[in-house]
């Protein structure tokens, strides 16, 4: 079955970076794309970009472009969103999560990773 | 790109029909039929229950259903049921490999 594991809670300092791991199971990695979705406590989601994993080719929300980056190592099927100069209010828990293209739905998500940005 | 827009709460009594909106504009909702309806529960991932607007993947019962009218997309839930109590998000592909979702809706079965 597909499985997207995620790596572990992060705490941060303002203005650091922080990179979240998602490895994925159970089906053929480059063939689908790789959403990273994020959910500040109490909110709602926000989509922060995707990533070809065939490709590499990424888009970005507007609102993180020159922040986030992400990239994937198909040999070991994982997917990494690195975040930069982080704030208060990238405090959230970080998604990944499949979809077949851009345009079509997610249908697996990860279990989530909480990072935490406190001074 | 600013969220999509959904109530924020919604309620209705078991066996009860409602029905949660999700507005956007010409540049996503209304330009494209790749709308899809999430469901999703306190501490756990989204799951998905509506995919191009109006088509339910395999598992998910036909209570749920989807449609759209210009810019708006709409979920109806029928035959309201307990477990029916969740948080709902709606997304929209909005053109240039962007993906929206909706500020969500918390569905409170009375």
Same mark, same amino acid.
Do not use: F, L, Q
């Given at each position: 079955q597909v499985q997207l594991v995620q790596s572990g809670p992060e705490v941060k300092r303002p203005g650091a970076s922080v990179r979240v791991s998602c490895k994925?199971?159970?089906y053929t990695f480059p063939d689908y794309c790789m959403h990273w979705v994020r959910q500040a406590p109490g909110q709602g989601l926000e989509w922060i970009g995707w990533v070809n994993p065939n490709r590499g080719v990424t888009s970005y929300a507007q609102r993180f472009q020159?922040?986030?980056t992400m990239t994937r190592v198909t040999s070991i099927s994982t997917a990494y969103m690195d975040l930069s100069r982080l704030k208060s209010d990238?405090?959230?828990?970080?998604y990944?999560?499949?979809?077949?293209?851009i345009l079509s739905e997610i249908d697996s998500w990860g279990q989530g990773t909480l990072v935490t940005v406190s001074s | 790109q600013s969220a999509l827009t959904q109530p924020p709460s919604a309620s209705g009594s078991p066996g009860q029909s409602v029905t949660i909106s999700c507005t956007g504009t010409s540049s996503d909702v209304g330009g494209y039929n790749y709308v899809s309806w999430y469901q999703q529960y306190p501490g756990? !991932?989204?799951k998905v229950l509506i995919?191009?607007?109006?088509?339910?993947p395999s598992g998910v019962p036909d209570r749920f259903s989807g449609s759209k009218?210009?810019?708006t997309a709409s979920l109806t839930v029928s035959g309201l049921q307990a477990d029916d109590e !969740?948080?709902?998000y709606c997304s929209s592909y909005a053109g240039s490999n962007n993906l929206l979702f909706g500020g969500g809706t918390k569905l409170t079965v009375l």
């Open positions: 994925a199971s159970g020159g922040r986030v990238d405090t959230a828990v970080y990944c999560a499949r979809s077949d293209t | 756990k !991932a989204p995919y191009e607007v109006s088509k339910r009218s210009g810019n !969740a948080d709902y």
